[in-house]
């Protein structure tokens, strides 16, 4: 059509090429290239520039809080060129520094300090000498979620030149779930290397979840071998079923169902046959893997059942240290923003972030296990039987767990990936089985008469009502 082309490679895209080519190739071709920042921006918009702020002061503390050198910042932003975003990294790395120049320069001449700044210096000024600490025994909780600047501090504090110190650690690596804010995993895991002086003493016993609970919720969590092992024992006599799970054709209508909950609750407080295990009310705890996932009805349901019912909504990362009489897991579904999140964090965070595990969804597992272990009496999981999340179809599977489905048919989970679930497909060959997955896992098989009478019927309906 007479119409002038140039190429592009992706792998120009990859290193970071392409954009100058471009360019270059435009230019030849008679264009003017303006720059303007604040041109309206067609198809995918932009990031904010508070969301670039946020994004470079999350950097600037993992940078800090991990003493990056530059020789190891550049080392580990090569590592991440290979990703599809080259040229993005580079620009990103290179306004970073310009940005934390200026940011330590206003520092200096204010004569203050940032957190970070807190944290190493007071490391350097025990190290030192300058500071003699007068702590002889010295107490970290919440260990899991120490940064590489709080592992110096207190092998500082601890350092046999301040004498005869007993460092004192609490944390469970099975709530690590703050990767995101410089939390490193690996100081639980790789404990007696960093303290070779220390003992560990494993907290095997809790007074909160029933033991069904911590049984189910102990073998999902070690299904990751990096997890230290344990056994959970509780003090608690609850002996009602305390993990359920209900499916629904659709996930929104999840709220009328928990409407109908609340009523049951409120029948059973009056009939005597339910009582709070402390004060006058019974807990309810609404938890969601995202601010989104808070329910539209809450504020209505808050006054309508606050006589008997304490009943408050959080995201799980929020949840951490809380509980509840009665736990409910929110849209557990698969999907971008399901549960496990897809969502991965910004390709330029990885550069200074601590080593992530490298089991599959290992934080996001974490998490689950931290919304599951709220619970003193009963979880009860909302789920999509077209889409049940990876972590719902695991527990099935392990037999710690039965669906019951409310408004439809349950699907067989995919006997290859354990994630998704079998759908019915029809071909010019006749009748098959796929999973919901396809591409990302290829599993068909024939379907028969006899199959069909028993297609969405893998398990048993229940009648789950019981509190």
């Given at each position: 059509?007479?119409?002038?082309?140039?190429?592009?490679?992706?792998?120009?895209?990859?290193?970071?090429?392409?954009?100058?080519?471009?360019?270059?190739?435009?230019?030849?071709?008679?264009?003017?290239?303006?720059?303007?920042?604040?041109?309206?921006?067609?198809?995918?918009?932009?990031?904010?520039?508070?969301?670039?702020?946020?994004?470079?002061?999350?950097?600037?503390?993992?940078?800090?809080?991990?003493?990056?050198?530059?020789?190891?910042?550049?080392?580990?932003?090569?590592?991440?060129?290979?990703?599809?975003?080259?040229?993005?990294?580079?620009?990103?790395?290179?306004?970073?520094?310009?940005?934390?120049?200026?940011?330590?320069?206003?520092?200096?001449?204010?004569?203050?300090?940032?957190?970070?700044?807190?944290?190493?210096?007071?490391?350097?000024?025990?190290?030192?000498?300058?500071?003699?600490?007068?702590?002889?025994?010295?107490?970290?909780?919440?260990?899991?979620?120490?940064?590489?600047?709080?592992?110096?501090?207190?092998?500082?504090?601890?350092?046999?030149?301040?004498?005869?110190?007993?460092?004192?650690?609490?944390?469970?690596?099975?709530?690590?779930?703050?990767?995101?804010?410089?939390?490193?995993?690996?100081?639980?895991?790789?404990?007696?290397?960093?303290?070779?002086?220390?003992?560990?003493?494993?907290?095997?016993?809790?007074?909160?979840?029933?033991?069904?609970?911590?049984?189910?919720?102990?073998?999902?969590?070690?299904?990751?071998?990096?997890?230290?092992?344990?056994?959970?024992?509780?003090?608690?006599?609850?002996?009602?079923?305390?993990?359920?799970?209900?499916?629904?054709?659709?996930?929104?209508?999840?709220?009328?169902?928990?409407?109908?909950?609340?009523?049951?609750?409120?029948?059973?407080?009056?009939?005597?046959?339910?009582?709070?295990?402390?004060?006058?009310?019974?807990?309810?705890?609404?938890?969601?893997?995202?601010?989104?996932?808070?329910?539209?009805?809450?504020?209505?349901?808050?006054?309508?059942?606050?006589?008997?019912?304490?009943?408050?909504?959080?995201?799980?990362?929020?949840?951490?240290?809380?509980?509840?009489?009665?736990?409910?897991?929110?849209?557990?579904?698969e999907g971008f923003r399901g549960f496990p999140s897809q969502i991965?964090?910004?390709?330029?965070?990885?550069?200074?972030?601590?080593?992530?595990?490298?089991?599959?969804?290992?934080?996001?597992?974490?998490?689950?296990?931290?919304?599951?272990?709220?619970?003193?009496?009963?979880?009860?999981?909302?789920?999509?039987?077209?889409?049940?999340?990876?972590?719902?179809?695991?527990?099935?599977?392990?037999?710690?767990?039965?669906?019951?489905?409310?408004?439809?048919?349950?699907?067989?989970?995919?006997?290859?990936?354990?994630?998704?679930?079998?759908?019915?497909?029809?071909?010019?060959?006749?009748?098959?089985?796929?999973?919901?997955r396809w591409q990302s896992c290829d599993f068909k098989r024939n379907?028969?008469?006899?199959?069909?009478?028993?297609?969405?019927?893998?398990?048993?309906?229940?009648?789950?009502?019981?509190?």
């Amino acid at each position: 059509m007479g119409t002038p082309l140039f190429e592009t490679t992706s792998h120009q895209i990859s290193t970071g090429a392409a954009l100058s080519k471009l360019e270059a190739e435009l230019r030849k071709r008679g264009q003017t290239i303006r720059f303007d920042p604040d041109r309206k921006a067609e198809g995918l918009q932009p990031i904010s520039n508070r969301e670039l702020a946020n994004t470079v002061r999350i950097f600037q503390q993992h940078v800090k809080s991990n003493g990056l050198t530059p020789t190891q910042m550049k080392e580990a932003t090569a590592k991440q060129l290979n990703d599809g975003h080259a040229a993005r990294i580079l620009l990103f790395v290179k306004l970073f520094y310009q940005i934390s120049e200026e940011w330590e320069r206003r520092l200096r001449e204010g004569g203050w300090i940032d957190f970070e700044d807190m944290l190493i210096q007071a490391g350097q000024h025990i190290e030192a000498g300058t500071y003699q600490s007068p702590y002889k025994m010295v107490l970290a909780d919440e260990f899991q979620d120490s940064s590489r600047a709080r592992i110096r501090l207190l092998k500082a504090l601890s350092d046999e030149k301040n004498g005869q110190v007993h460092l004192c650690v609490v944390g469970d690596d099975w709530q690590g779930i703050n990767r995101f804010a410089g939390a490193d995993i690996s100081v639980m895991t790789e404990f007696e290397k960093i303290f070779p002086y220390a003992s560990r003493l494993t907290l095997g016993t809790t007074f909160r979840c029933p033991q069904s609970l911590c049984d189910i919720s102990s073998t999902f969590i070690q299904a990751n071998p990096v997890q230290i092992r344990k056994t959970v024992r509780t003090t608690s006599t609850y002996s009602n079923a305390s993990v359920l799970a209900f499916g629904f054709k659709d996930v929104a209508n999840a709220q009328g169902h928990l409407r109908e909950q609340f009523d049951l609750m409120r029948r059973y407080i009056e009939e005597g046959r339910l009582k709070p295990n402390s004060g006058d009310r019974i807990t309810v705890l609404l938890l969601g893997r995202y601010r989104s996932d808070a329910p539209s009805q809450l504020k209505s349901w808050q006054r309508r059942f606050g006589d008997v019912l304490d009943i408050s909504f959080k995201t799980i990362h929020s949840s951490k240290g809380l509980e509840a009489d009665y736990v409910m897991l929110l849209n557990v579904v698969e999907g971008f923003r399901g549960f496990p999140s897809q969502i991965e964090d910004d390709p330029v965070l990885q550069i200074p972030m601590p080593a992530s595990d490298p089991y599959p969804m290992a934080e996001e597992r974490r998490l689950f296990y931290v919304g599951l272990t709220r619970a003193k009496r009963q979880v009860r999981i909302y789920t999509s039987l077209a889409n049940p999340s990876r972590f719902v179809t695991e527990l099935v599977a392990k037999g710690g767990l039965k669906i019951e489905a409310v408004d439809g048919e349950l699907q067989e989970p995919c006997p290859r990936c354990k994630i998704g679930v079998l759908r019915l497909q029809t071909s010019k060959y006749g009748e098959f089985e796929s999973c919901s997955r396809w591409q990302s896992c290829d599993f068909k098989r024939n379907v028969t008469n006899a199959d069909k009478a028993t297609t969405g019927h893998w398990l048993q309906n229940e009648n789950r009502s019981i509190l």
